[in-house]
C-alpha cells in the first residue's frame, strides 16, 4: 500500500533551517509529481492545509507558495524515493505540521506529518 513517512521536523529558532524528508513507498516513485503542504495551528480540516512546494516526476519543475520562495527549496532522490524540503531563514509563521502528499488515480495520500516549530 502507499505509504509516507516524514521526517526531519523539530524546534528551531528564526532565522535557522530545517531539511524535512519524506520516504515513499507502495506506488512508482518516479512516475509522479510529489508535493508538501502544511496545516497552522487553528486549521484542522484537510481542506485547509496550504501547498508549500511541488515538484515534477523528474524534479525539472517546481513552484512554491508565495511565502516561502525563495527560502525553501523542493527536491527529489527517485534513486532513494525520498523527497526533501530544505527551509532556510525559518520565520515564526512557518510553525506548522508538515505532510507530504500525492495523487494517484483521483486519490490523495498523505503522509503522517512532522511538527515544526520556529521559536526563540
Known amino acids: 500500500q502507499v505509504q509516507l513517512v516524514e521526517s526531519g521536523g523539530g524546534l528551531v529558532q528564526p532565522g535557522g533551517s530545517l531539511r524535512l524528508s519524506c520516504a515513499a513507498s507502495?506506488?512508482?516513485?518516479?512516475?509522479?509529481?510529489m508535493n508538501w503542504y502544511r496545516q497552522v495551528p487553528g486549521k484542522e480540516r484537510e481542506l485547509e492545509r496550504e501547498?508549500?512546494?511541488?515538484?515534477?516526476?523528474?524534479?525539472?519543475?517546481?513552484n512554491y507558495a508565495d511565502s516561502v520562495k525563495g527560502r525553501f527549496t523542493i527536491s527529489r532522490d527517485n534513486a532513494k524515493n525520498t523527497v526533501y524540503l530544505q527551509m532556510n531563514s525559518l520565520k515564526p509563521e512557518d510553525t506548522a505540521v508538515y505532510y507530504c502528499?500525492?495523487?494517484?488515480?483521483?486519490?490523495?495520500?498523505w503522509g503522517k506529518g512532522t511538527q515544526v516549530t520556529v521559536s526563540s
Open positions: 507502495g506506488f512508482t516513485f518516479s512516475n509522479n509529481a
Open positions: 501547498l508549500v512546494a511541488v515538484i515534477s516526476s523528474v524534479g525539472g519543475s517546481t
Open positions: 502528499h500525492v495523487r494517484l488515480r483521483g486519490y490523495s495520500y
